[in-house]
């Protein structure tokens, strides 16, 4: 029902900014939070942010608050990830999320994107 598409993925040093998109589409998408999870190497796939397309509330995962920020863009069904202070145990592939409660994990979860990578070097 609900197709998502994801760009901006990439390589960055340590330090660097990426800024990952994802573009919502489908008849019931606006009914649903949007979120990013991520899953590294050989790691478990880990929330990481979600947001309505209200704004509010927001959740970001421990690791991430700070440095990261998840905002809309509604006119474009497109949510953004803004990460900076990329940190090498950022490296992971970034999956948009749609769904309810993602910040309790990905049991919410009603729709994936297919992923962008994101890797950090030192």
């Known amino acids: 029902q609900v197709q998502l598409v994801e760009s901006g993925g990439g390589s960055v040093q340590a330090g660097g900014s990426l800024r990952l998109s994802c573009v919502a589409s489908g008849r019931t998408f606006n009914t649903l939070d949007m979120g990013w999870f991520r899953q590294a190497p050989g790691k478990e796939r880990d929330f990481v942010t979600s947001i309505t397309w209200s704004g509010a509330p927001i959740y970001y995962a421990n690791s991430v608050k700070g440095r990261f920020t998840i905002s809309t863009d509604n006119a474009k069904n497109t949510v953004y990830l803004q990460m900076n202070s990329l940190k090498p145990e950022d490296t992971a592939v970034y999956y948009c999320?749609?769904?309810?409660?993602?910040?309790?994990?990905?049991?919410?979860?009603?729709?994936w994107g297919e992923g962008t990578l994101v890797t950090v070097s030192s």
């Open positions: 999320a749609a769904g309810l409660g993602l910040h309790k994990g990905g049991g919410g979860v009603n729709s």
